[in-house]
């Protein structure tokens, strides 16, 4: 079984310029969530899909940042415009039951 | 404010000796926790988890320990492997299949 993918695994990109980030779930999981790991800080949670619908968006920073998972197979994040204090490592994660959440090997986002 | 905690940023063991990871919570209502284990540049590979029902749950060489009362949780790794050495992250969620609240990790060496 594969598991969850990410792309691209590292983007570089100036101040004001747009990334988009994109997730792929393991095949049949209802759930995708979004995680941020800033330099240093521990690892936070961006926001949880299930299926296409938006059950949580409450770790959303602002709203330079939009997720959107079409048809509830692969999302999206786009940060635009990015800023300085975007930078990070951005996972993906996503899970079939309730229980453990499977985590892809994310991208990290330097914004210079 | 943290809500889940690992106050030990580093830890080393022998080879063959058990590894006690520590971390409290905050939060009487997560009743879900889970352990990671990160190598550099991969994502989160999940570990074991706990029902706040459980007070033990074990998977071969990994036990995770929950006292609620005192709101702490512990992973013991018995016996502890060079491979082990890995950052390890607690992680609490409420309910399960919701967001992960993460600590900030602890460093584990194990040496030959």
């Known amino acids: 079984e594969a598991g969850v993918t990410q792309f691209p695994s590292h983007s570089v990109i100036e101040k004001g310029q747009t990334v988009t980030l994109r997730c792929d779930p393991i095949s049949g999981h209802d759930n995708l969530y979004w995680y941020r790991r800033v330099m240093g800080k521990e690892i936070k949670f961006l926001l949880h899909f299930v299926k296409e619908s938006k059950q949580d968006e409450s770790g959303m920073p602002n709203n330079r940042f939009l997720a959107e998972r079409t048809g509830g197979t692969y999302s999206t994040l786009k940060v635009q415009p990015a800023e300085l204090e975007d930078s990070g490592v951005y996972f993906c994660?996503?899970?079939?039951?309730?229980?453990?959440?499977?985590f892809g090997p994310g991208t990290r986002l330097t914004v210079t | 404010d943290q809500q889940v905690k690992q106050n030990s940023p580093s830890l080393s063991v022998q080879e063959g000796r058990i590894s006690i990871l520590n971390c409290d919570y905050t939060?009487?209502?997560?009743?879900?926790f889970l352990w990671y284990k990160k190598y550099p540049a991969e994502g989160p590979t999940f570990l074991i988890s706990?029902?706040?029902?459980?007070d033990k749950n074990e998977d071969g060489r990994f036990t995770v320990f929950l006292n609620k009362s005192a709101k702490h949780l512990s992973l013991h790794i018995v016996p502890s492997q060079p491979g082990d050495s890995a950052v390890y992250f607690c992680?609490?969620?409420?309910?399960?299949?919701?967001?992960?609240?993460f600590g900030k990790g602890t460093t584990l060496s194990v040496s030959s």
């Open positions: 994660a996503s899970s079939h039951l309730p229980t453990e959440q499977y």
């Open positions: 706990i029902s706040s029902i459980k």
């Open positions: 992680a609490a969620s409420a309910p399960a299949g919701t967001a992960l609240i």
């Open positions: 939060n009487s209502m997560f009743d879900y």
